[in-house]
């Protein structure tokens, strides 16, 4: 393969875990060049690479006015270009397709390289179904936050290579407008990590020990569709079928059934703990982990364990 360009967010100067791992999975591929797009200013020290990874630093007029996409769309002329899914990453991505009218590809769970193309497995109506493809190795590539990084045998054997940076360009073709910082909470499509509740707490009141949860583990909340049609929470919120989906890495369902229409925003969530004190509940035939007892008592208990055990 030969060139791979990888975009990502950064936050307070560093990246995510999952684009530093995608950046290790690519260098897996031995590419002749990897470019980072750091969508924000970038700590050199928190990329990992076996070889030399060149910079673009993004401000963010570039990555939502179209008109100034042009000078990124001709450094990353030539490149296969990933990202990990979130709504700026895929609203770039889809930017730079449409104005290179070259292919993108969403929704991506598995991926690996041979005979010189890509071989896709990408999650089809709302995650119920895989579709296998193979791509050529220049387009673009969205990537589910839960991606399968398992096939790449040199992850967590990178060393930190040498870097160069590139401050105005690549091959001065693009440059520097302004250095910020991504500030405020995580959008739920974005979170690796949510805590969802449902109409199992009775009462608004009581979703003090779901934010408390949340809080401790860093994680995004959601509700179901009821709670936000009863005004216990925002309507942002909602996730499912008519409301947002979400893929994190961990989903803990608490006091929610698991109704069809939920599971279907849900589905993409790579590990589901369920906690509901019915244990018949149709929402633990889809869990990884279940706990069946009162969230009033549950929630609390596990909250103060995982305080503990991190702090
Ligand atoms: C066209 C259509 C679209 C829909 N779209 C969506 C959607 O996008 N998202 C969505 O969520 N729903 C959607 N729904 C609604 C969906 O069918 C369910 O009605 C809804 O998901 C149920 O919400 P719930 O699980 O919070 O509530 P309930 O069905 O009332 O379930 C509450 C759960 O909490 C448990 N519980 C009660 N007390 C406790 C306790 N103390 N401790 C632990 N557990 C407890 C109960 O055992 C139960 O399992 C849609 C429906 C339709 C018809």
């Not at 050529?136 to 870097?163: I, K, P």
């Not at 199992?200 to 569709?225: M, R």
């Not at 869990?287 to 009162?294: K, N, T």
Request: charged share 15%; hydrophobic share 40%.
């Amino acid at each position: 393969m030969k060139k791979v360009a990888i975009i990502a967010q950064t936050k307070e100067g560093q990246l995510s875990d999952t684009s530093i791992q995608l950046i290790s999975f690519l260098s897996s591929f031995s590419p002749e060049s990897i470019l980072l797009v750091a969508m924000g200013e970038v700590k050199f020290a928190s990329i990992p690479a076996s070889k030399s990874v060149d910079v673009i630093t993004l401000s963010e007029g570039l990555w939502t006015d179209s008109s100034a996409i042009n000078p990124l769309v001709n450094a990353v002329e030539g490149y296969a270009v990933f990202g990990i899914k979130s709504i700026q990453v895929d609203n770039l991505l889809s930017l730079l397709a449409a104005s290179s009218s070259q292919e993108m590809i969403s929704g991506i769970q598995q991926m690996s390289f041979s005979g010189g193309k890509f071989s896709i497995s990408k999650s089809i109506f709302s995650g119920k179904a895989s579709l296998s493809l193979t791509s050529e190795t220049v387009g673009y590539f969205s990537l589910n936050r839960n991606f399968d990084f398992s096939g790449n045998a040199e992850y967590g054997e990178q060393s930190v290579g040498s870097m160069s940076t590139l401050t105005t360009a690549a091959g001065g073709k693009a440059s520097i407008l302004e250095l910020k910082p991504i500030t405020g909470s995580i959008p739920l499509p974005d979170a690796t990590l949510v805590v969802g509740a449902g109409r199992g707490f009775k009462d608004p009141g009581n979703w003090t020990i779901v934010e408390d949860l949340a809080k401790a583990l860093g994680a995004a909340t959601a509700c179901s569709k009821p709670v936000s049609d009863l005004n216990w929470r925002p309507h942002h919120e909602h996730v499912g079928q008519t409301g947002v989906k979400i893929s994190p890495n961990l989903y803990i369902a608490c006091g929610i059934s698991g109704a069809i229409q939920h599971l279907a925003g849900v589905n993409g969530s790579r590990i589901i703990v369920v906690i509901n004190n019915d244990p018949e509940a149709a929402f633990f035939k889809h869990a990884d982990y279940g706990i069946v007892g009162d969230v009033n008592d549950i929630l609390p208990r596990l909250t103060k364990k995982l305080q503990e055990h991190l702090n």
